[in-house]
């Protein structure tokens, strides 16, 4: 029940205990009635008035909390209508970002599946001998024609015994070639990273017998006098398997370099090419050098023919000179003798003297 409710109905039942008071002290007439009841009814009459002026200011402490309860809700009306406004917002800007993300994490999925599949299919190469051996020799094709011009180098070209390496590389100005051959003995170091303490010792004596048998039919096939350049390059596609036989096998590498033959790795067959590229710059420096020396001798016999044709023509100007001045001087005379005849001195003197012949 309401406040407002409350109020009322205790007005209303001041009111109707007032007029029953009223109904009686009438009956029993009024002036005869006890003091006592008329004091009363005055009592009650003005808690009646005084419940009246209550109910006034209720009514009117009601309508002004009223008010200020539908301020309050407005406010708080267009503060929640705001703040889910921008949550709204927030929300779909952070969905919009969730959905980018899962695109970027669906396109690096899709890129890992297909990283998987190389994968998959790398591990199908190397698993066999001749598709391995077939990618260790592009991986030195590859590296090999992005150095060297094409006209250097030559693959599985034939030697003068039959045999055929993977690689010839004919520097200018020598006969001899040098040989690389691809090698790719996988297996034994398989065996070698996953054999236990009582396996170790086998595994590493097949990787023994695998690589030297490798490094003796390179040096036994492509090792010919006059023909190929000593030593002799043996190709290991595998940064980590040339690693694996440094660390667990020294000695081969030692063995390998006794018999002409150097074991190299990826990054060390690229920097064997550099120098080999750096070899050709400086021969054809040299070869530059030659034919700048010979033009700039046929220079230097062209100015000392040009310093005689110099000499001979000062010579024809120096003779021309004299001829000159002879004539200047001949003509002078004529000319003082032309004089003196004009002036009748015909009878020449004995000082005169005689114009000489050839002057």
Same mark, same amino acid.
């Given at each position: 029940?309401?406040?407002?409710a409350i109020? &009322? %109905?205790?007005?209303?039942l001041?009111g ?5 008071l009223?109904?009686?002290l ?9 003091p006592?009841l008329?004091? *009363? ?7 009646q /008035?005084? +419940?009246a ?11 002004e ?10 406010a708080l009306?267009?503060?929640l209508g705001?703040?889910?406004?921008e949550?709204a917002?927030?929300t779909?800007?952070?969905?919009g ?5 899962? @695109? ?7 890129n ?8 998959v ?14 990618f ?5 094709? *590859?590296i090999?024609?992005d150095?060297?011009?094409?006209g ?8 003068? /015994?039959? @045999?055929?390496?993977?690689?010839v ?8 070639a040098?040989v ?6 996988l297996e034994s170091?398989?065996?070698l ?9 086998? $595994?590493?004596?097949?990787?023994? $017998? ?6 003796k039919? +390179? ?10 350049q000593?030593? %002799? ?7 980590s398997?040339y690693?694996d ?6 000695e081969?590498?030692?063995? %390998?370099q006794? %018999?002409?033959?150097?074991?190299? @790795?990826? /990054?060390?067959?690229?920097l064997?090419? &550099?120098?080999v ?8 420096m040299?070869?530059?050098?030659n &034919?700048?020396?010979k ?16 000499g001979?023509l ?9 001829? +000159?001045? /002879?004539?200047l001087i ?5 000319t ?14 004995a000082d005169t003297p ?6």
């Amino acid at each position: 029940m309401s406040v407002n409710a409350i109020l &009322l %109905a205790v007005a209303f039942l001041a009111g109707g205990l007032v007029a029953a008071l009223w109904l009686v002290l009438t009956k029993t007439g009024g002036k005869d009635a006890a003091p006592g009841l008329q004091s *009363s009814l005055d009592a009650l009459a003005a808690t009646q /008035n005084e +419940i009246a002026g209550r109910f006034t200011q209720a009514l009117a402490g009601q309508t002004e909390l009223q008010t200020l309860l539908q301020s309050r809700i407005d406010a708080l009306d267009a503060r929640l209508g705001t703040s889910l406004k921008e949550t709204a917002e927030k929300t779909a800007e952070t969905l919009g970002g969730i959905q980018t993300r899962l @695109s970027v994490i669906d396109a690096a999925q899709k890129n890992i599946t297909d990283l998987s599949g190389q994968v998959v299919s790398l591990q199908e190469i190397l698993a066999n001998k001749q598709a391995r051996g077939a990618f260790g020799q592009q991986q030195m094709e *590859s590296i090999v024609a992005d150095a060297l011009p094409s006209g250097l180098y030559e693959f599985q070209a034939q030697l003068s /015994n039959g @045999s055929r390496p993977d690689c010839v590389i004919r520097l200018p100005g020598t006969k001899t070639a040098i040989v690389i051959d691809s090698k790719f003995p996988l297996e034994s170091f398989a065996w070698l990273r996953s054999a236990g303490d009582g396996e170790r010792k086998a $595994a590493l004596a097949r990787v023994r $017998a695998d690589v030297i048998k490798h490094v003796k039919d +390179i040096a036994g096939k492509y090792l010919l006098p006059g023909e190929t350049q000593a030593p %002799a390059i043996m190709f290991v596609p595998s940064e980590s398997i040339y690693a694996d036989l440094h660390e667990f096998c020294p000695e081969i590498i030692r063995e %390998a370099q006794k %018999a002409q033959v150097v074991i190299v @790795s990826p /990054n060390i067959l690229m920097l064997a090419i &550099l120098t080999v590229q750096t070899v050709m710059k400086d021969a054809r420096m040299r070869e530059q050098a030659n &034919l700048i020396q010979k033009e700039v001798g046929a220079l230097l016999n062209d100015v000392r023919l040009l310093g005689d044709r110099v000499g001979k023509l000062q010579s024809h100007f120096g003779q021309a000179d004299a001829d +000159i001045k /002879n004539i200047l001087i001949s003509t002078g005379k004529i000319t003082s003798r032309a004089e003196k005849i004009e002036k009748v001195e015909l009878s020449p003197s004995a000082d005169t003297p005689q114009i000489a012949a050839g002057e």
